[in-house]
């Protein structure tokens, strides 16, 4: 099985039976500013996440519910677009409330499982410009911004720049 246990959160594959919790997430307009917008209905959420389950099935996409220890869903983080040097990370939404340690948990998982269960020397992902409380969050971790256009900073993370960080915040992992 698909998991990621942390100190006091876990990664989890998403179920059907999720569509309720992830569209109101995506759909809190506050949260969302930064991400693709996503239709206010059920049944294509269920829809989504039916055709997601065979991409995940494939190989090919992981969209994980961030959790905690007694299964409180606690937010959302996606890896997809898998490059055969790289993995990207993104969709990352942690609901209002949630542990102040979920931020960091949560990306430390989601690099466990990038690199260590899924062998990946590289991650990327995207950054919307405007996004500054992410943008600083990804720099404290030692991403590296490699390009940008309009909208968007690009970055790039290693293997390497992962496991000084794991040594650094090993007090968030198990
Ligand atoms: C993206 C998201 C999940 C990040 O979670 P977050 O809780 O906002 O993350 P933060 O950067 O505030 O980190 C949480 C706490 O950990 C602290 N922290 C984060 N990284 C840290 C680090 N490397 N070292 C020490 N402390 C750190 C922060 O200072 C913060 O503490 P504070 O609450 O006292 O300020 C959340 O902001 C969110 O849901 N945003 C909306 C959607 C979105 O923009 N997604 C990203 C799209 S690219």
Same mark, same amino acid.
């Given at each position: 099985m698909i998991k990621q246990t942390g100190k006091s959160i876990n990664l989890r594959l998403a179920a059907l039976s999720d569509a309720e919790f992830i569209l109101a997430l995506r759909t809190q307009t506050d949260k969302t500013r930064h991400l693709n917008p996503v239709e206010n209905n059920l049944k294509n959420q269920q829809q989504w996440l039916k055709a997601y389950q065979l991409r995940q099935q494939a190989g090919l996409e992981y969209y994980f519910i961030i959790e905690s220890q007694q299964h409180e869903p606690l937010g959302l983080v996606r890896v997809y677009d898998l490059q055969p040097e790289s993995f990207c990370w993104g969709s990352w939404l942690i609901k209002d409330g949630?542990? *102040?340690t979920t931020a960091i948990q949560s990306a430390l998982l989601i690099y466990e499982f990038g690199f *260590?269960?899924?062998?990946?020397k590289k991650a990327h992902f995207d950054v919307r410009k405007a996004n500054q409380r992410v943008i600083a969050f990804h720099q404290r971790f030692g991403a590296r911004i490699i390009g940008e256009d309009a909208l968007n900073y690009y970055f790039n993370y290693t293997y390497e720049d992962y496991l000084t960080i794991k040594q650094k915040y090993r007090r968030f992992l198990n």
């Open positions: 949630a542990p *102040q *260590q269960q899924l062998g990946y």
